[in-house]
């Protein structure tokens, strides 16, 4: 990663945020907005393919079969969470569907964007192994894995287990710190986020106007 070009699909800075499950990548993204910055949502962008009549359905639907349909036509999120996470061929054949319709429409959203640089929020972008080279610098929002676990347990009511197990299919917290550029350290207050963020962002801007 570089501060260089991004990718050949935008000549304009971007960041990649990333993150585990848990370490805040909503709080700290709408904190990016608050100061200006144009953010693409590819959970977002997942989520409006999957509602009722959303354009992966059909072909999620003739790969699993109908019976991955709630009764609104929208994806069973359980029912195909729990297929992924005890079969890793089976998500492997739901990313082939997903991932580029979402790349597609991540584009689509930055060439509008009206920001003086794109963040692109990407839970997965080290485990892709293709955004980290699309975009100009990676961001990594860090906490403790016990802070993880016990955020996500408020916030979503799963068990330990489950936490952990979802934690297991990303990649380290030692890999991820590994892979990125910049840092966030989330294991406090938003006190303690803002100046981080204000540090970066004035960072990002100079990036941004190297390249405009």
């Known amino acids: 990663m570089t501060t260089g070009a991004a990718s050949d699909k935008t000549s304009r800075f971007s960041v990649g945020l990333t993150g585990g499950i848990g370490c805040g990548k909503t709080t700290v993204s709408d904190m990016f907005a608050a100061l200006g910055a144009s953010i693409v949502d590819t959970d977002q962008i997942a989520h409006s393919m999957t509602v009722p009549h959303g354009p992966a359905m059909p072909a999620i639907l003739a790969e699993f079969g109908a019976g991955f349909a709630a009764p609104d036509g929208s994806l069973d999120r359980a029912k195909m969470r729990a297929l992924v996470f005890a079969d890793s061929t089976a998500r492997h054949r739901l990313e082939a569907i997903l991932h580029p319709m979402i790349r597609d429409a991540a584009y689509a959203a930055a060439a509008i ?29 860090d906490c403790p894995e ?15 287990e489950q ?13 991820r710190l590994a892979a990125a550029d910049d840092v966030v350290v989330n294991d406090a207050g938003l006190e303690e986020l803002r ?3 204000a540090r970066l962002h004035a960072n990002y801007m100079e990036f941004s106007e190297r390249m405009a």
């Open 195 to 197: 100046p981080q963020i």
């Open 146 to 160: 016990e802070l993880q676990v016990a955020r996500v347990v408020a916030r979503n009511g799963l068990a330990e």
């Open 113 to 141: 964007a009206t920001g003086p640089y794109v963040m692109f929020v990407v839970p997965l972008l080290i485990e892709s192994g293709s955004w980290a080279d699309r975009v100009s610098r990676v961001l990594a929002v």
């Open 163 to 175: 936490v952990r197990a979802i934690m297991a299919t990303q990649v380290t917290r030692q890999a």
